[in-house]
């Protein structure tokens, strides 16, 4: 998640603060209703803005490729890193999420082997 869904969040719920006059002495089904109008809206301006935000993200994307690209060819030139590189970096952080939070059988027997010598030597 990054600092953009939370910058999403924090618009919709400042939105949807206009719901609160309405809401404040309504009975709770009609507190439901509105609330619920509300984020049907929401959708549905949403939705309609998607072209418009997918387009603007394309173009920036192109802009960030134009203009930070010869800054990417230069550093590589000069810590002498080829594309190869950059690929086997990728497949292992791939590898390495993978593996995340998963400890080798081994190492599960040796910490327990340790902590029963700890427990021993406790006990004498």
């Known amino acids: 998640m990054g600092l953009e869904d939370l910058e ?5 719920f400042s939105a949807s603060n206009q719901v609160a006059p309405l809401t404040r002495y309504a ?7 509105y ?7 929401w959708d549905d301006e949403k939705y309609l803005n998607l072209g418009t935000m997918l387009y603007n993200n394309y173009v920036q994307a192109l802009k960030i490729i134009r203009t ?5 060819a230069d550093t ?21 999420f993978e593996t ?6 081994y190492d599960i027997h040796a910490v327990t082997y ?5 427990k021993l030597r406790d006990i004498k």
């Open 114 to 118: 340790v902590e029963l010598l700890q």
């Open 100 to 105: 995340l939070g998963k400890e080798p059988e």
């Open 27 to 33: 009975s709770a089904y009609n507190r439901r209703v």
């Open 8 to 12: 999403t969040m924090e618009r919709i």
């Open 68 to 72: 930070e690209g010869s800054a990417l």
């Open 76 to 96: 590589k030139a000069s810590l002498g890193i080829g594309d190869g590189d950059l690929e086997k970096w990728t497949d292992e952080q791939e590898k390495y």
């Open 35 to 41: 609330v619920d109008m509300f984020f049907k809206n």
